[in-house]
């Protein structure tokens, strides 16, 4: 409808309670709507593009999309409470849209190796949280953490700036159909037939935002869209994360500006987040069969395994004080476990376990 937008809607239904009172509505009642007046009234007497609506009807029935209009029972409630929630999302798939700890993780499209690593054992940390992982389903980071999340079994769900009709970047069109058949889904507020155009993506971040307890930054330019995303969450109060890079890699840029701007707070695992958040483990950490083969192991490998199994990854130093073994020892006893794939070497200096 020309004129109206996310933000009037909400007005509407908040005065007049549902969409059918909108339409049944005198022009004189809509004007006197703080924020309506009288153009936007006109708008909403003068609609009459009925086909429209039903063609989108018949779209949604014909591939089982369920529509969630504003403030319906499975319409996410931290997205209501926004000033700008969607009017009507499309949504395919079974995670709920509601569920008790959800976190977004967004990041650049041309990741490094260390936003990759980063972004798995974030996500592989976080399994034991039993979290939502919420991302846009891009290339780059985004895609690293729904496909972390699928490894991990959590479940994950794609916000898109597009209808769902079709599938940006194409090459994601497997990775779409395993978070569905995971348990996982798809969301957009873009009705059928609507391209990924630029102006797109913003709105998307927002509802990936929205829909958010906390924004986890990974990697970012300082003109990323990730920032937009960021910017967003701070802005409807979330919070917000951010892992720090090197003050010469132009891809950690956005994420150090925004810790130095206090937009952001410095993280570096995933129990560093869940402390900050206040989360218990719903579960015990998942162990592999490698770390309990202990008469395999050294007495300085078990050593090492029994740290790590205390907290999600530990960096180097903190394992030479806490052993009591020589640095030698140390580093001998994490070479032949890496070897072994018992754990896996981090950026920064940092291990944990497989």
């Avoid at 890496?338 to 896996?344: N, S």
């Amino acid at each position: 409808m020309p004129h109206i937008g996310p933000v009037q809607a909400k007005l509407l239904i908040e005065h007049l309670g549902d969409a059918t009172a909108v339409f049944k509505a005198k022009k004189q009642a809509l004007e006197k709507i703080e924020g309506i007046g009288t153009v936007r009234a006109a708008s909403i007497r003068h609609f009459a593009d009925w086909q429209e609506a039903e063609k989108e009807i018949a779209f949604i029935e014909r591939y089982k999309i369920t529509p969630l209009f504003l403030g319906s029972e499975q319409y996410p409630r931290r997205l209501f409470h926004c000033y700008d929630p969607p009017t009507l999302l499309y949504y395919r798939g079974n995670a709920p849209l509601n569920a008790e700890r959800v976190v977004a993780i967004v990041g650049t499209r041309y990741k490094t190796d260390y936003g990759r690593q980063l972004t798995e054992a974030l996500v592989s940390g976080l399994a034991r949280y039993n979290v939502m992982v919420i991302s846009g389903l891009a290339l780059g980071i985004d895609a690293i953490a729904h496909k972390a999340a699928l490894k991990n079994e959590l479940p994950t769900i794609g916000v898109l700036a597009h209808g769902l009709d079709k599938m940006y970047p194409a090459e994601h069109k497997t990775l779409a159909k395993d978070m569905l058949r995971q348990g996982g889904g798809l969301l957009t507020e873009f009705r059928s037939k609507t391209a990924p155009d630029k102006h797109h993506f913003p709105a998307r971040n927002r509802i990936v935002a929205g829909m958010s307890d906390a924004a986890i930054i990974i990697e970012t330019d300082i003109k990323g869209g990730s920032m937009i995303t960021a910017n967003l969450a701070n802005d409807y109060n979330r919070d917000v994360f951010a892992f720090p890079g090197r003050t010469t890699d132009a891809k950690s840029a956005g994420c150090n500006q925004l810790i130095r701007t206090n937009k952001a707070m410095l993280i570096t695992s995933a129990q560093e987040l869940a402390e900050i958040m206040r989360w218990e483990p719903t579960h015990p950490p998942v162990q592999k069969i490698q770390q309990e083969l202990f008469i395999t192991l050294s007495a300085e490998e078990q050593k090492m395994v029994q740290l790590l199994k205390e907290k999600d990854s530990l960096p180097i130093d903190e394992l030479n004080a806490r052993s009591g073994l020589s640095p030698s020892q140390v580093a001998e006893a994490l070479l032949n476990l890496e070897l072994q794939q018992v754990l896996a070497a981090l950026p920064g200096r940092r291990y944990r376990l497989n």
